[in-house]
């Protein structure tokens, strides 16, 4: 038999996204009713811990660590969760070049060296390479405003080496992209931002002040810490293992929702805090022109492959790897070196995030070499993900796709407006910000 239900806002999706998004709502009195098609809260923030003998391992499936922003901040306080945080480790990261790893110069900062010293000292980059990157202070501003790769607006301020030996190994490490098709002004908006504003980066960075990073944060127990406390705060109007089956408009212009549990729902509002390919398929009734855009939205998988091993003897000196060429592996991140906690003191747990290329054979053999153990790995496990691309125009989609939208949908997600969990939180806020606009 079919329940009625009714709730002003209903949410799909229970990742970081529509927690947040049902956090901000309940706390502003608005009711809401959020459906997770897994019968887990969390969506790709998946934290699981492992009993070995020696002790536990902390494993993250999904993200490790955020750098944290001010809706990050005001969320945590919210619930409590300030005093659960930890701090990474000093990061130093090592990018491998011709078989040998060297470290990424110090205070380089995606495309930017903050610090002299450590960049002109690098054997990253030739001396050629470097007085390419130091005439960025001279190079013009350019005019025009429409997008362009974060490989062309790089090649263009600072040269082809940087580009090649430190940017594109980053861009590859944290967003699983290749720098030649990653928009630069939705991925780095800041950089361009400088551009305009100071006519070069090197110089803007000169003039403007330095605001110290909090740096790359975590949570004791793990990241799955801010999923599950903000699934405490709300239990009673989440359903996990339910699924929308349609959306429909009902005669007084709200929606009527079909869900995969027999329950029907009546709600004025709707967020989609699902993947893109996802909503497309609930919106095609509604605006298919939305939808057809949302189909075109990519994605990229990754094959995440985790290890533990024994330590005899020296441990890796760095807490993460990069790749200046492709050898299947986007990134390599010393788990149990990067935070406390994470593994047994003798033990190394290590996290490869890899491209869907590659014989997982050779990737291991590869670790196994770049993590310098003697001995096989005593646990393994794998996992699969996806991250959205942002392919140059990404912005002018997303305006499009907005102006699209009945005025009663609502999207958040990773797919839009930042990737990270930070991004993802403030979206979230924001979104509620304009339903709260809409009912006044
Ligand atoms: C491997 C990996 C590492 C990352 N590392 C970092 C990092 O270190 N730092 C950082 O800041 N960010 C990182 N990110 C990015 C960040 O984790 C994600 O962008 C963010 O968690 C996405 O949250 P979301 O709520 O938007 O989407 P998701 O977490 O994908 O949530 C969407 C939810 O919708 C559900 N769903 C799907 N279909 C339906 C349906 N029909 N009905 C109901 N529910 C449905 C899904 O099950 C899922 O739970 C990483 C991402 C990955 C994959």
């Known amino acids: 038999m079919s329940i009625e239900i009714n709730r002003n806002v209903l949410i799909v999706g229970g990742g970081i996204s529509g927690l947040t998004a049902q956090f901000e709502l309940e706390k502003k009195g608005i009711s809401s009713l959020l459906i997770e098609s897994e019968n887990e809260i969390g969506g790709k923030i998946k934290t699981v811990k492992k009993s070995l003998s020696k002790g536990d391992l902390v494993v993250e499936l999904g993200p490790d660590s955020f750098v944290p922003n001010k809706d990050t901040f005001e969320l945590l306080d919210s619930l409590n969760l300030k005093s659960d945080l930890i701090k990474s480790n000093k990061l130093k990261t090592g990018i491998l070049k011709e078989g040998k790893i060297k470290d990424l110069p110090n205070g380089f900062y995606f495309m930017l060296p903050t610090a002299a010293i450590p960049f002109l000292t690098t054997s990253l980059v030739s001396w050629r390479g470097k007085l390419r990157a130091g005439l960025e202070l001279f190079q013009e501003k350019r005019r025009d405003n429409t997008d362009e790769s974060i490989a062309q607006f790089v090649r263009r301020r600072f040269g082809d080496e940087m580009l090649q030996r430190l940017v594109k190994p980053l861009v590859k490490g944290i967003f699983g992209a290749d720098g030649e098709c990653q928009s630069v002004n939705a991925t780095l908006p800041q950089f361009p931002a400088m551009e305009k ?173 770049l993590s310098g153990v003697s001995m096989g790995a005593i646990w393994n496990d794998k996992s699969e993900s996806t991250m959205p691309l942002y392919e140059v125009g990404h912005r002018d989609r997303i305006k499009r796709l907005y102006s699209l939208l009945p005025q009663d949908i609502f999207l958040c997600g990773n797919a839009y407006e930042g990737a990270s969990v930070p991004d993802c939180i403030s979206l979230a806020r924001r979104v509620v910000g304009s339903i709260m606009q809409d009912l006044k």
């Open 197 to 369: 504003k100071y006519g070069s980066l090197l110089r803007g960075m000169l003039r403007s002040q330095k605001r110290s990073s909090p740096g790359f944060l975590s949570f004791k127990e793990g990241m799955n810490q801010v999923t599950k406390s903000l699934y405490q705060r709300n239990r009673d109007n989440i359903l996990l293992g339910t699924s929308l089956i349609n959306l429909t408009r009902d005669s007084l212009g709200g929606f009527k929702a079909k869900l995969t549990n027999n329950q029907s729902l009546k709600v004025n509002n709707v967020i989609f805090a699902t993947p893109p390919r996802i909503t497309a398929k609930y919106l095609d009734g509604l605006s298919s022109e939305a939808s057809d855009l949302l189909s075109s939205f990519k994605q990229k998988k990754t094959r995440l492959f985790y290890y533990a091993y024994p330590i005899r003897g020296k441990i890796p000196d760095h807490t993460g790897l990069l790749f200046d060429r492709d050898l299947g592996i986007n990134s390599l991140s010393f788990s149990s070196l990067k935070f406390q906690k994470r593994a047994p003191e003798d033990m190394l747990l290590v996290r490869a995030s890899c491209s869907a290329e590659g014989s997982e054979m050779q990737i291991e053999e590869l670790i196994r070499k």
